[in-house]
């Protein structure tokens, strides 16, 4: 099972990033249907007049915002030096992703993939008011007074809290060289020994041994998003770090973001650790090659702006194995899906989110079961029921996304040369 868009069949063209017109209706379905007779004519004319009276009722609601009592708890912990432990029988992988053979990113590789030490305490404070709710319970009064998520979850202080990386280290599992290392993350030899002045780069290197494979360079340094994510490139970019939340599932080289969206991502899947610490970790596929461009299978992920990632999953008898794998009402945890796009919105740095319509589906049935969202929010979040690409929501369809979510943050203000549609 590919981790990204291994069906795109317009994959050299960039769907959702480079413009409007890009954006391809073919692809996305649900074509209108064909002219209706006269009576069909009828009817849409009433519909339409039942339409505007509901309109105009709602326009005259003031959304209201409300305030979410989750705290979001800062992390005070591990030094600068950051884990970034993955299994080096991956590296023949990672060499043979090199030659373009997209079977390289099947993430259901043997690689196991090691957590760096957890030092949070992993407490549940965080888990806030009715985050672990997940009632069957009788649906609730269904509030749709339109409003923003977004103005519900912002605030947050995040940007405070996420800490920018100036060194990320690999910490040797299983044994090789420091030539192999670099190997894995695509750099140069003499790159990695002038991160680790003497040590000879064919020693056989012991398990637990930390090699550092980045370390911010001075002062000038700038790291930056450039172009559209279907069409750019990265400067600057930063292997992804390891740590609580998440398990790395990529190959090493295909890790890399700006430092600031390595930071938010950390930030991110730090919150989720602590917020849901008796569920599994997040698995955190492709992102972008260190300096960007094209990375198959996938239309976008030129920029360092794109990371995919796994959905929350329920435990199917049969399907214990975690890994990658498609998503339906047996196995997807809507809740805490839910739960996920929260927590994306709350950083305040997250563009749009690309999840299957099917799935959406799943997520808005859920919501208006158990009245986790405010249906007047849905029509934020979702794009379902409404035809894929007819609206401007956080939550977007696109084929290949029924095994994991991909997620793009925004340009930053900084970041002159970033482009994104939604920024025009
Ligand atoms: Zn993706």
Redesign the pocket.
């Known amino acids: 099972m590919e981790p990204?868009?291994p069906i795109d069949p317009n994959e050299d063209s960039p769907v959702i990033d480079a413009d409007d017109e890009e954006f391809d209706d073919e692809e996305l379905g649900d074509e209108p249907p064909p002219r209706s007779p006269w009576v069909g004519r009828g009817l849409i004319a009433a519909a339409l007049g039942l339409w505007g009276v509901v309109a105009w009722l709602r326009v005259g609601g003031e959304p209201r915002v409300q305030v979410r009592a989750a705290a979001l708890v800062d992390d005070d912990d591990d030094g600068d030096v950051v884990d970034h432990a993955v299994d080096e029988r991956r590296a023949d992988a990672a060499d043979r992703a090199d030659e373009g053979d997209a079977q390289a990113d099947d993430g259901s590789a043997e690689a196991e993939v090691a957590l760096a030490d957890d030092d949070d305490g992993a407490e549940a404070e965080a888990a806030g008011a009715g985050a672990d709710s997940r009632s069957d319970e009788a649906p609730r009064v269904v509030d749709d007074t339109p409003r923003d998520p977004r103005e519900r979850l912002e605030g947050k202080s995040w940007t405070e809290s996420f800490k920018e990386p100036d060194k990320v280290a690999y910490k040797v599992k299983r044994g090789g060289s420091m030539k192999m290392i670099a190997n894995l993350y695509k750099i140069f030899h003499h790159e990695i020994q002038a991160l680790n002045p003497g040590v000879d780069l064919e020693r056989e290197l012991s398990p637990g041994t930390q090699v550092v494979v980045w370390r911010r360079p001075g002062d000038d340094f700038v790291s930056e998003s450039v172009g559209y994510a279907g069409d750019g490139s990265l400067v600057g970019g930063v292997p992804m770090v390891d740590g609580p939340g998440r398990i790395l599932r990529m190959e090493p080289w295909k890790s890399y973001a700006t430092v600031h969206n390595i930071a938010v991502l950390d930030g991110i899947l730090r919150q989720w650790g602590k917020r849901f610490p008796e569920d599994r970790p997040l698995l955190v596929g492709?992102m972008s090659a260190a300096k960007g461009g094209r990375l198959k299978p996938?239309s976008?992920?030129r920029s360092g702006r794109?990371v995919?990632l796994s959905y929350p999953q329920k435990i199917v008898p049969g399907e214990e194995e975690y890994n990658w794998r498609e998503m339906d009402e047996r196995n997807l945890d809507a809740d805490r899906t839910w739960a996920l796009l929260e927590l994306l919105v709350e950083s305040g740095e997250v563009e749009l989110v690309?999840i299957d319509s099917k799935l959406q589906k799943l997520l808005y049935d859920h919501a208006i079961k158990t009245g986790r969202v405010a249906k007047g929010e849905l029509g934020f979040w979702l794009e379902y029921p409404r035809r894929p690409g007819s609206v401007e929501t956080i939550v977007r369809h696109h084929p290949g996304h029924v095994d994991h979510l991909?997620v793009r943050f925004k340009c930053q203000p900084s970041e002159g040369r970033c482009k994104s549609r939604d920024r025009e």
Do not use: Q, V
């Open positions: 990204d868009e492709n996938h976008t992920h794109d995919d690309l991909h």
